[in-house]
């Protein structure tokens, strides 16, 4: 079975830090990784998708690699701002379908 | 684009009633996606439709749960004998034929009294 947990649980950073928020799975066999970004109450936004053949995806200040021996994934924030400030969640999937979400990292970005 | 939709965005019950919610996908997505989502916890699959079939559902999904979707288009996630368990945040997402990325709705929040 899948299970999929990121550390830190949560983080609170200055203004402008660069910050790199981490992912763990037990499964290495994924067929894709999705990073996304949740607003309190809010659904979630989706920010990177990584196939398993690839091994880092970039937008913007955003750049998430993935090492699939290792099972392990990154999310690197560049310059963070106050508007950054939500919960990061990372998602597996073994087969594209039925994605298996970690617990997330809750950031703070403070000004 | 008007994005995923879901209604209603709130819900407050009685235990032991039934409840049905209803998700839009984005127009052309033919992959449709429920989860629920509890405090502190990442988002849990709980079914999965591509057109009007149901392809996949987890355990979690006991036999008080149904999901539909006629037609290919919107879809319904009813609860049956609905239980304090139940409490939690709806998320329904899909996706389109050309990528795996889900896209998001803002939840039906469901609390039972």
């Known amino acids: 079975k899948q299970e999929v947990t990121q550390i830190p649980a949560a983080l609170s950073v200055p203004e402008g830090e660069n910050l790199v928020l981490n992912c763990s799975f037990t499964d290495s066999a994924i067929y894709n990784l999705q990073w996304f970004r949740q607003d309190p109450g809010k659904g979630l936004t989706s920010l990177l998708l990584i196939q398993s053949s690839q091994r880092e995806q970039t937008s913007g200040r955003l750049n998430a690699s993935l090492d699939k021996s290792s099972g392990r994934s990154t999310l690197y924030i560049a310059a963070s701002q106050p508007g950054d400030s939500a919960t990061y969640l990372c998602a597996v999937s073994n087969y594209g379908q039925n994605f298996v979400f970690g617990p997330g990292t809750r950031l703070s970005v403070l000004p | 684009d008007t994005g995923v939709s879901q209604d209603p965005r709130h819900k407050i019950t009685k235990r032991g009633q039934n409840v049905t919610f209803r998700c839009d996908p984005i127009s052309e997505h033919n992959r449709l996606y429920w989860y629920r989502q509890t405090l502190g916890q990442g988002p849990e699959f709980l079914t999965y439709?591509?057109?009007?079939?149901?392809?996949?559902k987890s355990r979690l999904l006991s036999d008080r749960f149904s999901a539909e979707r006629p037609k290919g288009s919107f879809s319904t996630l009813e609860i049956q004998r609905t239980e304090q368990g139940d409490s939690a945040m709806y998320l329904c997402?899909?996706?389109?034929?050309?990528?795996?990325?889900?896209?998001f709705g803002p939840g039906t929040r469901l609390t039972v009294l």
């Open positions: 439709f591509q057109n009007e079939a149901q392809l996949e």
């Open positions: 997402a899909s996706s389109p034929p050309t990528t795996d990325t889900q896209y």
